[in-house]
């Protein structure tokens, strides 16, 4: 696409490309910030070969898969709504790991015990 082109041609094309996602139900990103439809390439200063990321608006009762690994090289997926206490995730790991003992689980945001 041209830099001067509405940015609403691509989302026009990605909603035809892809009937199954509803108009309207997702975002469009370029360097974390949400896309405008009315702005153009040249607003958001994209060059040849940028990207522009779609993600799902996902409902808070939507199922999501959770993988934990361990320094050990244990590893477990679980199924669970994204409601769901993080609880429950350390809890299954320790009916998986029994002598696991006192762990911290870390993400890249925080630490719960």
Do not use: N, W
């Not at 696409?1 to 009937?19: C, E, G, H, I, Q």
């Not at 994209?46 to 808070?60: I, Q, S, T, W, Y």
């Amino acid at each position: 696409m041209r830099r001067s082109d509405r940015l609403k041609d691509l989302t026009d094309f990605y909603y035809a490309m892809v009937p199954t996602v509803p108009r309207g139900e997702g975002a469009f990103l370029f360097r974390g910030k949400r896309v405008e439809s009315g702005q153009t390439p040249a607003d958001y200063e994209m060059e040849d070969g940028d990207r522009v990321h779609f993600f799902l608006a996902m409902k808070p009762s939507a199922f999501i898969a959770v993988t934990l690994q361990d320094l050990k090289g244990h590893r477990f997926t679980r199924t669970m709504r994204r409601t769901d206490a993080v609880r429950d995730v350390m809890d299954f790991y320790y009916a998986m790991v029994p002598a696991a003992g006192e762990s911290h689980f870390v993400d890249s945001y925080r630490e719960a015990c």
